[in-house]
Nanobody, 122 residues
Framework: VQLQASGGGLVQAGGSLRLSCAASGRTLSRDVIAWFRQIPGTEREIVAAIRWDRDRPYYIQAMKGRFTVSRDITKNTVYLQMDSLKPEDSAVYYC????????????????WGQGTLVTVSS
């Protein structure tokens, strides 16, 4: 599976962005697709994930209520809707996938998209 992330950009605090993660190579099925973010010099941290076949989301408590993960079966694409953005949300956002199991550890994910930069100005 190849993943391509897009949708990053510059937004003011309080604004919104929607990131996309388009999958190619095969149709997603029992995959778990996750969004991670990374600030330079820090570890990648998970933001949210979704179990594709069950449409089951997973959220990190700190982002719950502001971030929403969803999927479009017709486009083989996962989205991350980010609302009420804060300057501390500024990071490179990555989507990643693994088969069948949700874990929050980036080391468990086998396929990765390139990052997309999100910058939130104060």
């Amino acid at each position: 599976v190849q993943l391509q992330a897009s949708g990053g950009g510059l937004v003011q605090a309080g604004g919104s962005l929607r990131l996309s993660c388009a999958a190619s190579g095969r149709t997603l099925s029992r995959d778990v697709i996750a969004w991670f973010r990374q600030i330079p010099g820090t570890e990648r941290e998970i933001v949210a994930a979704i179990r594709w076949d069950r449409d089951r989301p997973y959220y990190i408590q700190a982002m719950k209520g502001r971030f929403t993960v969803s999927r479009d079966i017709t486009k083989n694409t996962v989205y991350l809707q980010m609302d009420s953005l804060k300057p501390e949300d500024s990071a490179v956002y990555y989507c990643a996938g693994q088969w069948n199991v949700y874990t929050p550890d980036a080391r468990d994910y086998q396929y990765w998209g390139q990052g997309t930069l999100v910058t939130v100005s104060s």
